[in-house]
């Protein structure tokens, strides 16, 4: 197993002097800046004694109602430093009380509404010590209701400076459904048969948890994301071009799923129950209590799902005097479990400093049982057919901690965040395999039964370190954004395979056996400028990694490392023609780092007929990505158009080749580079009162230029994709959806995969005063959701085509409780990633 008597000087390589200076070149301008929110004494705008009073009323501009738990912010009129502040009652009015005389303006904010300034406010001798502001009028802002949690009917899509927000809460045919279902219904956002991830094409996506990695999305990303609960998503976040602030991984951008959370006060609670056809049971519950100090939280779900799936291949493999043929026809059923609990708590320190902390726990178990037939001909005459049953067993565990803490300033745009997590995955996996050959009368040969066995344990353990500080001027014209983040992540992957000996007991497999470690520290430094001209806002960022990377064959006792220092620039440009049209242009670098299944050398043996291994060679992915955006918000809804281009060099890729047995190895290995262009249309909107609707398209090319490899690894092709969700309003309390997906034809490096569509169908009813539903849906109601894809050689050619069970029907029931209240005024951590940077609300 690996040491752990590494020191934390050398896993975060202090002795490395551009460390040494990234560190320095961080942490001055902390300790500066840090300064502005330490500042004591006695106010500078106060002169005499503190006897004054200013007081009014905050009602809404439009209905004349009250607005309670306004924030009401008290300035120097000399040069802007708070004085006091205060929060409106529940028949609106204030009172800040004990200042001191001087000249001072306020600031009246509450969500959904415009910041009011009220100023030219003195407490002087001439003026005396009272002064009434009288009724202040909010008027709502139509552009920061997004950011309300508590809106009847919010939005299917929202359009960002930088990413696209697809609300999911409501979406009928999301009840019982997992997050892997809801990003199928995403646009830009592809799901395949075994639950892979892509996104505009391109399976190198990062998936964020409420803006951070988890240990949820580690290793086994696809398996774990179909263990999430829909139930618990609030909204789905689409990043395709991030600022340098976040991390670079993920070539085509970043998926944030951000996962539901009280904002308001008091308890609140949730059931959710859902069972289908085909064995599949969901359950989940929630409990919250929320007070002025506190926020604390539960969750808990659990998900059951009994699966069947098949395959059937088709490869003929050309030799010099013959031609060979080898069919597999495989059937299996997969049985999946998994709980997840989840606590967490926000402590509210003082009216500036909030402290945050959560953990998780997920242990799963799965057990599958499949059998392969195999039929080998030459010239059609036979060669070999077998039999090849596998039994597997495996469990895993994560565990997720995290801590943050969050200073605001004196002004609350102006703070510091400190996040460090730690997350930590284990697994065993255990598999038997039991293979029986057969003549060609398809009877047993005699003494012919073969039994092996594979035990792998895995660790997967990540701790991230990360400070964020944030500056917005006075103006709230320019903002500043700079930060540290250090990544140290570890996986152990130690597997042990077992044959036959000359008896009946099973001895170690020495070609087979083996024990990979890979350890990876990220150390990161970056800054992104914004501001604000007229109708222009722009944000430009960079940010600076130094990566130190070590795979470790401890059964051959070889070593490779990989150290490197990049540059990943970032830039936005933003146009407001008018109220209702915006033009973006962007760009950003990314990356693809390679993980422990590119990089392991040892092949995967589960079909001897087709073998899989890494390279421990490979080097990253680097891309550059361009985007120009428009975003127009006509009366019934919103539209968006992009033409984007990504230019990725080194690209990672399976290389497939057939040996002169019969046997095919896929290799992963460094293409030469892949252009991608496209272009995108999002909309979504009313069309009635009772109607509204989401239809997506994309069409692109894609071009692969292996030559550096061989002339015959080139590729390119146009392909393109369109998405409908469809939702309709009906009686009392009804609400009907249509989905359905379509994904044409598109090339890959070693040949083509078919077309696929898939629709679902669903229908939702509100009972108990709306604080319970009832639904019913049909998931691939045509059963048409399967996978089928060619590939080719220079000696060989396959056709496969692969299926889940995917056509099932849902019952869902779920019920929310609790009394709530409006919180007062704004707090929050890093939820969703932090305070994200919106250029348009500069």
């Known amino acids: 197993m690996i040491q752990k008597s590494i020191s934390f000087a050398q896993r975060a390589n202090l002795n490395n002097p551009r460390i040494v200076c990234l560190w320095l070149l961080l942490f001055t301008p902390l300790v500066f800046f840090s300064q502005e929110g330490s500042k004591g004494g006695r106010p500078r705008g106060d002169k005499g004694p503190a006897i004054g009073k200013i007081y009014g009323k905050c009602i809404d501009a439009e209905t004349k109602a009250a607005v309670q738990y306004a924030t009401i912010a008290l300035y120097s009129q000399r040069d802007s430093t708070l004085i006091s502040g205060t929060v409106s009652g529940k028949d609106g009015r204030f009172l800040l009380d004990e200042v001191g005389r001087g000249r001072y303006y306020v600031h009246i904010e509450f969500i959904g509404y415009k910041r009011l300034e009220k100023a030219g406010i003195a407490i002087n001798r001439d003026t005396g010590n009272e002064v009434d502001l009288g009724t202040l009028k909010l008027e709502q802002d139509l552009t920061?209701?997004?950011?309300?949690?508590?809106?009847?009917?919010?939005?299917?899509?929202?359009?960002?400076?930088?990413?696209?927000?697809?609300?999911?809460?409501?979406?009928?045919?999301?009840?019982?459904?997992?997050?892997?279902?809801?990003?199928?219904?995403?646009?830009?956002?592809?799901?395949?048969?075994?639950?892979?991830?892509?996104?505009?094409?391109?399976?190198?996506?990062?998936?964020?948890?409420?803006?951070?990695?988890?240990?949820?999305?580690?290793?086994?990303?696809?398996?774990?994301?179909?263990?999430?609960?829909?139930?618990?998503?609030?909204?789905?976040?689409?990043?395709?071009?991030?600022?340098?602030?976040?991390?670079?991984?993920?070539?085509?951008?970043?998926?944030?799923?951000?996962?539901?959370?009280?904002?308001?006060?008091?308890?609140?609670?949730?059931?959710?129950?859902?069972?289908?056809?085909?064995?599949?049971?969901?359950?989940?519950?929630?409990?919250?209590?929320?007070?002025?100090?506190?926020?604390?939280?539960?969750?808990?779900?659990?998900?059951?799902?009994?699966?069947?799936?098949?395959?059937?291949?088709?490869?003929?493999?050309?030799?010099?005097?013959?031609?060979?043929?080898?069919?597999?026809?495989?059937?299996?059923?997969?049985?999946?479990?998994?709980?997840?609990?989840?606590?967490?708590?926000?402590?509210?320190?003082?009216?500036?400093?909030?402290?945050?902390?959560?953990?998780?726990?997920?242990?799963?178990?799965?057990?599958?049982?499949?059998?392969?037939?195999?039929?080998?001909?030459?010239?059609?005459?036979?060669?070999?057919?077998?039999?090849?049953?596998?039994?597997?067993?495996?469990?895993?565990?994560?565990?997720?901690?995290?801590?943050?803490?969050?200073?605001?300033?004196?002004?609350?745009?102006?703070n510091i965040v400190a996040d460090f997590s730690a997350s930590r995955q284990l697994g065993s996996d255990d598999q038997i395999y039991l293979q029986n050959n057969y003549n060609d009368g398809l009877t047993i040969m005699p003494d012919s039964a073969y039994r092996e066995t594979q035990n792998s344990a895995n660790t997967n353990e990540t701790y991230i370190g990360v400070i964020d500080y944030t500056w917005m001027s006075k103006s709230d014209k320019t903002k500043l954004e700079t930060g540290w983040k250090s990544t140290f992540r570890v996986m152990d992957n130690d597997l042990q395979a077992f044959i036959p000996g000359q008896e009946t007991e099973l001895i170690n497999d020495t070609n087979r056996?083996?024990?990979?470690?890979?350890?990876?520290?990220?150390?990161?430094?970056?800054?992104?400028?914004?501001?604000?001209?007229?109708?222009?806002?722009?944000?430009?960022?960079?940010?600076?990694?130094?990566?130190?990377?070590?795979?470790?064959?401890?059964?051959?006792?070889?070593?490779?490392?990989?150290?490197?220092?990049?540059?990943?620039?970032?830039?936005?440009?933003?146009?407001?023609?008018?109220?209702?049209?915006?033009?973006?242009?962007?760009?950003?670098?990314?990356?693809?780092?390679?993980?422990?299944?590119?990089?392991?050398?040892?092949?995967?043996?589960?079909?001897?007929?087709?073998?899989?291994?890494?390279?421990?060679?490979?080097?990253?992915?680097?891309?550059?990505?361009?985007?120009?955006?428009?975003?127009?918000?006509?009366?019934?809804?919103?539209?968006?158009?992009?033409?984007y281009h990504r230019q990725v060099h080194d690209i990672i890729r399976q290389v497939r080749v057939v040996d002169e047995l019969g046997v095919a190895t896929s290799e992963y290995q460094n293409l030469a580079s892949m252009k991608n262009w496209g272009v995108e249309l999002v909309t979504s909107g009313k069309l009635a009162k009772w109607w509204t609707f989401n239809v997506s398209g994309n069409f692109f090319y894609s071009a692969n230029d292996g030559s550096n490899l061989a002339s015959e690894l080139n590729s390119e092709g146009w392909s393109w994709n369109t998405k409908l969700n469809s939702i309709w309003k009906w009686g009392k309390g009804w609400n009907l959806q249509y989905s359905a997906n379509y994904r044409a034809p598109?090339?890959?490096?070693?040949?083509?995969?078919?077309?696929?569509?898939?629709?679902?169908?669903?229908?939702?009813?509100?009972?108990?005063?709306?604080?319970?539903?009832?639904?019913?849906?049909?998931?691939?109601?045509?059963?048409?959701?399967?996978?089928?894809?060619?590939?080719?050689?220079?000696?060989?050619?396959?056709?496969?085509?692969?299926?889940?069970?995917?056509?099932?029907?849902?019952?869902?029931?779920?019920?929310?409780?609790?009394?709530?209240?409006?919180?007062?005024?704004?707090?929050?951590?890093?939820?969703?990633?932090?305070?994200?940077?919106?250029?348009?609300?500069?």
Request: charge should be neutral; glycine fraction near 8%.
């Open 144 to 414: 920061m209701l997004n950011a309300a949690e508590v809106i009847q009917d919010r939005k299917q899509m929202e359009l960002l400076m930088d990413r696209k927000v697809f609300h999911v809460d409501n979406n009928v045919n999301n009840s019982g459904a997992s997050a892997n279902e809801v990003l199928q219904n995403i646009p830009s956002v592809e799901v395949d048969m075994d639950g892979a991830v892509s996104l505009r094409g391109s399976s190198n996506v990062n998936v964020l948890i409420d803006g951070r990695p988890s240990g949820l999305t580690g290793a086994s990303r696809d398996a774990i994301l179909d263990q999430i609960p829909a139930e618990a998503i609030d909204r789905i976040e689409i990043i395709t071009n991030p600022s340098a602030k976040f991390d670079p991984d993920g070539t085509a951008g970043i998926i944030n799923i951000i996962l539901k959370k009280n904002k308001l006060e008091g308890i609140q609670g949730s059931v959710n129950l859902s069972a289908s056809t085909g064995s599949q049971f969901n359950g989940s519950f929630a409990l919250s209590r929320r007070t002025e100090k506190t926020n604390i939280y539960g969750q808990y779900s659990y998900r059951y799902n009994d699966q069947f799936s098949w395959t059937d291949s088709d490869r003929l493999t050309y030799f010099t005097d013959s031609t060979y043929r080898q069919d597999q026809q495989s059937n299996g059923i997969r049985i999946q479990q998994s709980h997840t609990v989840k606590i967490g708590a926000d402590f509210y320190l003082n009216p500036k400093s909030t402290l945050s902390i959560s953990g998780l726990y997920s242990p799963r178990v799965r057990q599958g049982e499949d059998s392969l037939l195999t039929n080998v001909t030459s010239d059609s005459e036979w060669v070999e057919y077998y039999r090849r049953d596998n039994t597997n067993n495996s469990r895993s565990s994560s565990y997720d901690v995290s801590a943050t803490y969050k200073k605001e300033f004196q002004r609350k745009e102006n």
């Open 513 to 643: 056996t083996n024990h990979f470690v890979y350890n990876e520290d990220v150390h990161a430094l970056y800054a992104v400028l914004g501001q604000q001209l007229g109708k222009f806002s722009f944000s430009a960022g960079l940010r600076a990694e130094q990566v130190f990377t070590t795979s470790e064959l401890q059964t051959t006792n070889s070593t490779f490392r990989n150290d490197y220092f990049k540059l990943f620039p970032s830039g936005h440009l933003n146009y407001t023609l008018n109220d209702k049209n915006q033009f973006q242009v962007s760009y950003s670098r990314r990356i693809n780092r390679p993980r422990t299944r590119n990089l392991n050398p040892f092949p995967n043996y589960s079909d001897p007929l087709n073998l899989r291994k890494g390279n421990p060679f490979l080097l990253p992915e680097i891309v550059d990505s361009y985007e120009l955006t428009w975003m127009n918000t006509p009366n019934w809804g919103t539209i968006s158009s992009s033409i």
């Open 746 to 842: 598109f090339v890959h490096l070693q040949g083509s995969m078919s077309q696929m569509f898939t629709m679902d169908l669903g229908a939702k009813k509100s009972i108990l005063d709306n604080r319970g539903s009832v639904g019913i849906r049909i998931s691939d109601l045509l059963n048409t959701r399967q996978m089928s894809f060619n590939s080719h050689g220079s000696n060989f050619d396959q056709d496969v085509t692969r299926k889940r069970e995917s056509r099932n029907l849902y019952v869902t029931f779920s019920y929310k409780f609790g009394k709530l209240e409006q919180k007062r005024g704004s707090r929050g951590g890093r939820e969703g990633g932090g305070d994200d940077f919106e250029m348009d609300e500069l």
